[in-house]
């Protein structure tokens, strides 16, 4: 795994000095620069090694938290990525309860309630959340909701009061949560319907219920907290989804997070905010991974890891 | 023949022994998850207007037309009367004056063709490292599998969105980076179904008979995996049109004028409020052909190879 990690750095890093010769990033002034000067900037910043050592010395400052300035005005790139961490984590924290308390709860009714209107329903709500894409369906939302009907706020997160979980301020959150939440929720919905449908079937719900137990002890206790596992494990699974997620959603509601800044940085050509996001993003994906890795192994104990 | 998804689809009491009323709904729903005709048919029609859409289309689809931009469609005959002058547009123009419906016509060739291409070239490769790392295992395998698992660890849209800014964005590069999408599902699953099929008689038996790696590869391990592999690919092509649709909409997928859905999404996301149209259209068509697919692929899979049903 942290093979993957230093791998994906070593391909950002590759396409990082594609864009040719990385002189012009560092040096304030591209002009007038003397060959003199010229010679000695890149001997300062190694630019004379091999690429391999360049690597390694980018490697190690990044390592340090030093990413470089951006270009468009200069500021450090970790200032900038520390500014808008939060409002992406927040984002992705409200999508993800959203998912959880949308996803699980209507697979089970639907695997619970099988051919009536809340299966229906609730296999409409899978079908649409894998098929429609999330750039489309925000801004329709965001004109039936704020334009038509101006229910909710079109964009940005700040309600501006100070009490942090006001109305004013939640609200923000409603559309941007539900759109990037919308299709892990989908995924969460189809396997608990199957997972529950599965063991629904098995014997010893049958036992149960010849026994006379209570269909909601049956359900909840006795068929929910077995069926979990495949969930769970999807849930871990798909926390690194959200990440890649927030590029389009944040986009499209103006959210002042990583995902927007990306996204402007990619049309201003902004060469190290990109890579620093794109890192920042990678280690994170690496650790949603990993965390889903630890939570496979403990959820099941038939998993052993060698 | 008909392993097809009906297993437990009949109208049975639930489990709280309430018979359903939507009894007949469903009924009608489970028919169709059988022979997807729904799906074929909007498939067969997107393909359809693709084909025809250099000749069917009512206008180029690059030709502005500034006096009529943001033209309202069928809906709103009461915009025509009150300008005389304009063209009619079925479905209204965009903020350039384009028309709309011969955009989306023109953006069903562009998905359909990139799509299909980039399937093709993520299937072919993704293949053959999957037989690959399956067949010959240990350092072949061990190498493979590190890539995809690298390539994973990698967020594609970011990914994407660098690439665009070191190459300039173009067919070119979304092609390839589409195809790198593609290939890791194969080489994973394919890998899998590999090292099971090698352990097998047939298999065994021609290695004593004396038959070359390549020789297995090709004759026996190949036509064991095509049914996982048409699964697959079914299953990956609507995830394939909704990245390019993400990237389009980015804009570090194919460039102006190109009628690509997303770019089209992208370019009337400014005048939503007064021209919901230049939006609605296209996301549509996406959403529609997704969809399509998506049903066509469940249903490919639950014909061809029910083991695959945790895959999506």
Redesign the interface.
């Known amino acids: 795994?942290f093979?993957?990690?230093i791998?994906?750095t070593a391909?950002?890093f590759s396409?990082?000095r594609?864009?040719g010769d990385p002189l012009y990033l560092y040096a304030t002034s591209g002009y007038g620069l003397s060959a003199e000067q010229e010679a000695a900037l890149r001997k300062e910043l190694r630019l004379d090694r091999p690429l391999v050592v360049q690597y390694v010395v980018w490697l190690g400052r990044v390592a340090k938290g030093d990413f470089g300035r951006t270009l468009l005005d200069k500021r450090k790139v970790v200032d900038v990525i520390g500014d808008k961490i939060g409002n992406s984590a927040q984002l992705g924290l409200a999508a993800w309860v959203f998912a959880v308390g949308v996803g699980v709860p209507l697979g089970v009714l639907s695997a619970?309630?099988?051919?009536?209107?809340w299966?229906?329903l609730a296999r409409i709500f899978a079908?649409?959340g894998?098929?429609?894409?999330?750039?489309?369906?925000g801004?329709?939302l965001?004109?039936l909701f704020a334009?038509t009907l101006g229910w909710l706020p079109s964009g940005t997160k700040y309600g501006y009061d100070t009490f942090p979980l006001s109305w004013n301020n939640i609200r923000h959150f409603i559309l941007p949560a539900l759109v990037l939440g919308w299709g892990p929720a989908a995924g969460f919905l189809?396997?608990t319907r199957?997972a529950m449908l599965e063991i629904?079937?098995s014997e010893f719900i049958k036992f149960a219920?010849s026994k006379g137990v209570a269909?909601r002890t049956?359900?909840w206790r006795h068929a929910f907290r077995n069926a979990l596992i495949?969930p769970l494990t999807l849930i871990a699974l798909t926390m690194?989804g959200f990440?890649?997620g927030t590029?389009?959603v944040e986009?499209v509601f103006s959210w002042p997070g990583l995902g927007s800044t990306?996204?402007t940085a990619?049309?201003n050509?902004d060469?190290p905010l990109?890579?620093g996001?794109?890192l920042i993003?990678?280690v994170l994906?690496?650790l949603a991974?990993l965390l889903a890795d630890v939570a496979y192994a403990y959820i099941d104990p038939r998993i052993k890891y060698s | 023949m008909a392993v097809s998804g009906a297993t437990t689809r009949r109208a049975s009491p639930d489990l709280a022994g309430q018979s359903s009323r939507f009894a007949a709904v469903l009924a009608v729903w489970d028919f169709f998850r059988r022979w997807p005709l729904i799906p074929a048919f909007i498939l067969v029609g997107i393909i359809v207007m693709a084909i025809i859409a250099p000749w069917a289309a009512p206008y180029d689809y690059a030709e502005t037309d500034l006096l009529s931009r943001n033209a309202p469609g069928f809906w709103d005959s009461q915009w025509y009367k009150d300008h005389p002058e304009a063209k009619f547009h079925i479905l209204g123009t965009d903020p350039f004056g384009r028309d709309i419906l011969s955009r989306v016509m023109h953006g069903a060739r562009v998905s359909l063709l990139i799509s299909t291409i980039a399937i093709a070239i993520g299937m072919t490769v993704g293949t053959a490292l999957g037989l690959a790392a399956g067949f010959y295992g240990r350092i072949v395998d061990e190498i493979i599998s590190r890539f995809v698992d690298i390539w994973l660890s990698l967020p594609f849209i970011l990914i994407a969105m660098i690439a665009t800014i070191v190459f300039e964005p173009g067919m070119r590069i979304l092609l390839i980076l589409l195809s790198l999408l593609a290939w890791s599902v194969f080489v994973r699953n394919i890998r899998a179904e590999v090292l099971s099929l090698r352990e097998r008689d047939y298999v065994n038996q021609a290695r004593v008979a004396g038959a070359s790696g390549r020789w297995i590869i090709w004759k026996h391990l190949l036509p064991g995996v095509v049914n996982t592999i048409i699964v697959i690919a079914t299953l990956r092509v609507g995830q394939l049109i909704l990245a390019e649709a993400t990237l389009s909409y980015l804009g570090a997928g194919l460039p102006s004028p190109t009628p690509a859905w997303g770019l089209m999404v992208a370019e009337g996301r400014e005048y939503l409020r007064l021209a919901w149209w230049s939006t609605f259209f296209p996301g549509f068509s996406i959403v529609l052909l997704v969809m399509a697919l998506n049903f066509l692929g469940d249903w490919s899979r639950d014909r061809f190879d029910p083991r695959l049903r945790q895959l999506s």
Request: avoid cysteine; aromatic fraction near 12%.
């Open positions: 795994m093979l993957s990690v791998g994906a391909i950002v396409l990082s594609m864009t619970v309630r099988r051919a009536s209107a299966d229906y079908l649409l894998t098929a429609t894409p999330g750039f489309w369906i801004l329709m965001i004109y334009v189809r396997i199957s629904l079937d219920r269909s049956i359900i495949p690194a990440i890649t590029v389009v986009q990306a996204v990619t049309f050509n060469f990109m890579t996001i794109v993003f990678v994906f690496a991974n």
